[in-house]
C-alpha cells in the first residue's frame, strides 16, 4: 500500500496587496483615534428599559463620565452599561461590530 506523500501547492501570497490593505486599515484606525469612534447600542432583553423604542434597534450612543448611567443616547436617553450592549462602527460599509456581550 501507497501513502500519497505528494506535498500540496503552496498558496501564493500577494505581499504587495496585503501591505496595500494593511496600510488603509492603519489610516483608517488612526483617523477614528483621532476623530472618535462611532459607538451604538441596543438594550438588552433583561434590562428594565428593554420595552424603550424598537425592540432590538441599534442607536447612537456616546459614553460619558457620570456615575452608572454613563451610555448617553437612544429612546431613554441614559442607560448603565449592564443595560445595553455596545457596538462598534469601524466601516459603514460593514454591519456594527459587537463589543460587549452580557454574561
Do not use: C, M, N, W
Given at each position: 500500500m501507497e501513502s500519497d506523500l505528494t506535498p500540496s501547492p503552496l498558496r501564493v501570497i500577494d505581499r504587495d496587496l496585503l501591505r496595500k490593505e494593511f496600510a488603509a486599515i492603519e489610516a483608517r484606525q488612526a483617523v477614528l483615534t483621532d476623530q472618535g469612534q462611532k459607538l451604538m447600542?441596543?438594550?438588552?432583553?433583561?434590562?428594565?428599559?428593554?420595552?424603550?423604542?424598537?425592540?432590538?434597534?441599534?442607536?447612537a450612543v456616546c459614553i460619558g463620565p457620570i456615575g452608572d448611567y454613563c451610555v448617553f443616547g437612544?429612546?431613554?436617553?441614559?442607560?448603565?452599561?449592564?443595560?445595553?450592549?455596545?457596538?462598534?462602527?469601524?466601516?459603514?460599509?460593514?454591519?456594527?461590530?459587537?463589543?460587549?456581550?452580557?454574561?
Open positions: 447600542a441596543r438594550i438588552r432583553p433583561r434590562s428594565k428599559y428593554h420595552g424603550q423604542g424598537e425592540e432590538g434597534a441599534l442607536f437612544g429612546p431613554g436617553g441614559q442607560y448603565r452599561l449592564s443595560d445595553v450592549d455596545l457596538f462598534a462602527v469601524f466601516d459603514e460599509t460593514r454591519p456594527p461590530t459587537q463589543i460587549t456581550f452580557e454574561p
